[in-house]
C-alpha cells in the first residue's frame, strides 16, 4: 500500500507570491490534515479535512488555505508569502473513525524556503 | 486541553547506552499518547501509541514506553542505543476528538560511537 505523498518536495519561492502544496493521503484515508514544522514552533497544526470540509483549524492567519477533493487528496495554500512561513509542510491521513484517537500517517513533507 | 512537555531539546548517549526521552503530558480527559521519530529530510513516523489497553508499549526498533498516570509521564525508553536511533523524537498527545495531534517541541537523540 502506498504511504502518503506530498509534492513537491522542496519549493523555493520569494515574498509576497503564492505557493501550493499537494498532499495524496493513503488509498482509504479520508482524513488529511497539515502540519507547520520550523526550528523554533516545532510542529504545529494548521487544519483537518474531511470529506472535502475543514473540520478543524490551527492558530494560523487567513494567508493559509486548504481544500479537499473528492478523492481525499488535499491542497494547502500559503498567500502572500512572509519569511517566516519558510518551514517543512507535512500532511497526515487517518481513516477518521468514530474512534477516541486516530493514527495518523505522515508524507515526507515540502521544504518551502521563502527568500 | 491537551499539551505535552519534552524536557531536554537534546540528548546524547553512548552506542549501546540506555536511552531514556522524557515527555509529560497534560489533558483533561483520559489522554492518547504517542511517539513519533523523524529522520533527516522524512517525515514522522509512529514508534508506538498508548491507548489505554497497557501501560507498558512496546513499539518498533526495540523502543518501549510506560504510561504512568500518577506522574503524568510517557517516558520512551530503549534499553541499547545504536546508531540508527539518531533522529528527532515527538511526542504527542491527541485532542477529544482523536483527528488533532499537539505535539512536543522534540528531542534530538545523538548517538556517540
Known amino acids: 500500500k502506498a504511504g502518503v505523498t506530498q509534492t513537491p518536495r522542496y519549493l523555493i519561492k520569494t515574498r509576497g507570491q503564492q505557493v501550493t502544496l499537494s498532499c495524496s493521503p493513503i488509498?482509504?484515508?479520508?482524513?488529511v490534515s497539515w502540519y507547520q514544522q520550523t526550528p523554533g514552533q516545532g510542529l504545529q497544526f494548521l487544519f483537518e479535512y474531511f470529506s472535502e470540509t475543514q473540520r478543524n483549524k490551527g492558530n494560523f492567519p487567513g494567508r493559509f488555505s486548504g481544500r479537499q477533493f473528492s478523492n481525499s487528496r488535499s491542497e494547502m495554500n500559503v498567500s502572500t508569502l512572509e519569511l517566516g512561513d519558510s518551514a517543512l509542510y507535512l500532511c497526515a491521513s487517518s481513516f477518521r473513525l468514530r474512534e477516541p484517537y486516530n493514527e495518523q500517517f505522515f508524507g515526507p513533507g515540502t521544504r518551502l524556503t521563502v527568500l | 486541553a491537551q499539551s505535552v512537555t519534552q524536557l531536554g531539546s537534546h540528548v546524547s548517549v553512548s552506542e549501546g547506552a540506555l536511552v531514556l526521552l522524557r515527555c509529560n503530558y497534560s489533558?483533561?480527559?483520559?489522554?492518547?499518547l504517542f511517539w513519533y521519530v523523524q529522520y533527516p529530510n522524512q517525515g514522522l513516523q509512529l514508534l508506538l501509541k498508548?491507548?489505554?489497553?497497557?501501560?507498558l508499549v512496546k513499539g518498533i526498533n526495540g523502543f518501549e514506553a510506560e504510561f504512568k498516570k500518577s506522574e503524568t509521564s510517557f517516558h520512551l525508553t530503549k534499553p541499547s542505543a545504536h546508531m540508527s536511533d539518531a533522529a528527532e523524537y515527538f511526542c504527542a498527545v491527541s485532542s477529544n476528538t482523536g483527528n488533532q495531534f499537539y505535539f512536543g517541541t522534540g528531542t534530538s537523540l545523538t548517538v556517540i560511537p
Open positions: 488509498s482509504g484515508h479520508r482524513s
Open positions: 498508548y491507548t489505554s489497553a497497557a501501560t
Open positions: 489533558s483533561s480527559v483520559p489522554p492518547y
